[in-house]
């Protein structure tokens, strides 16, 4: 297998165990496969769920999750994350891949060239932030509803200030979200992608209902109003654009 191959795709949910030592800011990759039938949902879904993460867990990443779109721009899709412990970790995790034969068997199933399981795949990556590390996976069990999950870019006009709104999450916007218990999941600077300075992080909820409610109270809380009246913190001043998207994680998702 070529090693182009595992980047594209097998990256889709890899993520190694983390060592011993201090953790370094780990680093996420996002992967949407943009399709446009039915068919190829279900194609993608099933490589996801029966080939790809059983091979993450023979190889030993994770976590990985898998989601589909509530409410998104460009749907149908599926988005992946992908979670690494370090950059220098995505070569012992390619030859890890490259040398998994039963992998190598399904993705070239999946990948035929003359009924292309997707339209077109677009690929992001992400350092967390100091104050965000690591992923965190939301505690689940069984018998535990699949939560809502919220994506949120925010672009600047230039790095000066997206580095400026990412102080701004870690002197206190991440610590009111936990207060208020939107829960998060990680935080990321992009590192490669499109429209760049962004930053990404994702929340966790419980329903749309308690998404709607929680964000009314952080619009209202006394901490923040009180942080974003700080000179130089406005929206206006450092943020050019937002994206969101509303994701739903997919049944087989280790992440829901």
Do not use: C
């Not at 509803?145 to 994506?151: G, K, V």
């Not at 218990?181 to 992608?193: D, E, K, L, N, R």
Request: proline share 8%; net charge positive; glycine share 6%.
């Amino acid at each position: 297998m070529q090693r182009r191959h595992f980047l594209t795709t097998a990256t889709t949910g890899l993520a190694a165990a983390a060592p011993a030592d201090p953790p370094k800011n780990q680093i996420f990759h996002l992967l949407w496969f943009y399709m446009r039938t039915g068919s190829q949902v279900e194609r993608t879904t099933q490589y996801l769920n029966a080939v790809f993460l059983p091979a993450a867990r023979r190889n030993g990443v994770g976590p990985v999750g898998f989601f589909s779109p509530v409410i998104g721009e460009r749907s149908p899709y599926i988005l992946s994350l992908a979670t690494y412990p370090s950059f220098a970790a995505i070569e012992t995790i390619h030859a890890s891949f490259a040398a998994d034969q039963e992998f190598s068997k399904g993705w070239d199933a999946y990948n035929n060239i003359s009924d292309p399981a997707y339209v077109r795949m677009e690929s992001t990556l992400l350092r967390a932030f100091d104050g965000m590390p690591a992923l965190e996976v939301p505690p689940t069990t069984p018998q535990r509803a699949a939560r809502i999950f919220e994506l949120r870019t925010y672009e600047s006009v230039n790095e000066k200030a997206s580095r400026r709104k990412i102080k701004m999450f870690e002197d206190g916007e991440i610590a009111v979200f936990r207060r208020l218990a939107m829960t998060p999941v990680f935080f990321g600077q992009s590192i490669i992608g499109r429209n760049l300075p962004s930053l990404t992080y994702m929340l966790s909820f419980d329903d749309l209902a308690a998404r709607d409610r929680l964000w009314r109270a952080f619009g209202a809380d006394p901490e923040w109003q009180k942080l974003r009246a700080q000179p130089g913190l406005s929206d206006a001043e450092i943020v050019s654009n937002i994206t969101n998207a509303i994701l739903r994680p997919l049944p087989f998702s280790p992440i829901r």
